[in-house]
């Protein structure tokens, strides 16, 4: 265990401090020195997120086709961002709740659905969030969901793909 978290940690740092060495101009010895620091720090806290967030590898019907519509969706959501913002903010977002497909991960679905600009997770069933954990079908347990605010009305190509039998819930 404790080789694995030795091992992690410094894979984080190796990309952490190449990805610094990449986007600086020019490298001296401060600079490489502070890319050696800062990311220890960030590799730590890298690994930290890892755990608490507790990703696990992607699963369920909808993640393919999330993945495969990604690209779109992050273009469409910051001209959604943009067209809102050049019109004042005028426009109003919808707060929905996404259910999900059976067996696929909310933590995932939120990874995916938030990367987009125009989409803002607001919580997923597996944070205890009492909305978005109501009770599922079987009634034996928290129906898999996704709470989002989106700027959109309509579902965006993501949601649609993760959208289990229940389809998209309504505003919450």
């Known amino acids: ?73 992050l273009v469409r959501g910051a001209a959604v961002l943009a067209r809102d913002t050049c019109a004042g903010g005028r426009r109003s977002g919808a707060v929905r709740r996404v259910v999900l497909r059976p067996g696929t991960g909310a933590g995932w679905a939120g990874l995916l659905l938030a990367a987009s600009a125009d989409t803002c997770v607001l919580g997923t069933g597996e944070d205890g969030d009492e909305e978005s954990a109501e009770k599922g079908g079987n009634g034996d347990g928290p129906a898999p969901g996704v709470r989002v605010h989106a700027l959109r009305r309509e579902p965006g190509a993501v949601e649609r793909a993760f959208g289990g039998p229940g389809g998209l819930g309504g505003p919450r």
């Open 1 to 73: 265990m404790v080789r694995t978290a030795v091992t992690e940690v410094a894979a984080w740092w190796v990309v952490m401090v190449a990805l610094t060495v990449v986007l600086i101009s020019s490298v001296g010895p401060v600079e490489l020195a502070v890319a050696a620091v800062a990311g220890l720090g960030a590799a730590f806290a890298a690994r930290r997120i890892r755990r608490a967030v507790r990703l696990g590898r992607p699963r369920g019907r909808g993640v393919p086709r999330a993945l495969a519509v990604l690209p779109w969706s």
